[in-house]
């Protein structure tokens, strides 16, 4: 069965760096998503994307973040400065079509330090 | 918008026994509904999922969910339980009328505990 691929699955950083969390979706989804699950609590919608461009976006998705496609089977979510409650469980999610159900992949363990 | 509210955080039951984990959901659109599972340490993985016709949907795993639209209610549920069923479930909805429906809005998730 097709998957959705993330790595890595566990990051480390300091904060104030940058990082970067890869995701291979499923190649022939069209729709793609970030979400993210802070330990204990319920999981939250980042961003979607569409047609190479963001479709919607949450109000926890500001300047810091940022996510591309950059050659058509990558979908990457950057975060330019982490601070410490940026630490969170990252999920990538992608779909055929709107409402069909998304397939999310095992995630990124992300800690801020 | 849209808004999951899952009644129970946490359930236990004895391994055989039935249980429903309980999901009611509001929208102004019509709905698709979902179920997903997350085992410890793991990603979310899809159970069942509601998009049209028949209200009784079977899922992986021998779960089962039933959609009530005059309650706005989809409740899990599974006639014999395993050990191996212990996991976090979340309730999960989508509108698909356009625009800011699309995205899956979950439930704050319900902790499944099967004791021997």
């Known amino acids: 069965e097709p998957e959705v691929t993330q790595t890595p699955s566990h990051q480390v950083t300091q904060m104030g760096q940058e990082v970067i969390l890869r995701c291979v979706p499923i190649?022939?989804?069209?729709?793609f998503y970030w979400y993210r699950q802070i330990l204990g609590q319920k999981v939250e919608f980042l961003v979607s994307?569409?047609?190479?461009?963001?479709?919607?976006k949450s109000e926890i998705f500001d300047d810091q973040f940022s996510v591309e496609r950059p050659d058509g089977s990558n979908f990457t979510l950057k975060i330019r400065s982490t601070k410490l409650e940026d630490s969170a469980m990252y999920f990538c999610?992608?779909?055929?079509?709107?409402?069909?159900?998304?397939?999310f992949g095992s995630g990124t363990r992300l800690t801020v330090v | 918008a849209q808004s999951v509210t899952q009644l129970d955080s946490q359930v236990p039951v004895f391994e055989e026994a039935p249980v429903e984990l309980r999901c009611n959901y509001s929208s102004s659109v019509s709905v698709y509904l979902f179920w997903y599972v997350q085992y410890p340490n793991q990603g979310l993985q899809l159970l069942l999922k509601y998009l049209s016709g028949s209200t009784l949907v079977k899922g992986i795993n021998g779960f089962e969910a039933e959609f009530n639209k005059s309650q706005t209610s989809f409740h899990l549920r599974k006639p014999s339980v395993h050990i191996s069923d212990t996991a976090e479930y979340f309730c999960a909805v989508s509108g698909h009328s356009g625009g800011s429906n699309y995205k899956l809005t979950f439930g704050k998730g319900t902790l499944l505990t099967v004791n021997p």
């Open positions: 190649s022939n989804h069209l729709y």
């Open positions: 999610a992608s779909s055929p079509w709107t409402g069909a159900g998304y397939t």
């Open positions: 994307f569409y047609n190479n461009e963001i479709s919607e």
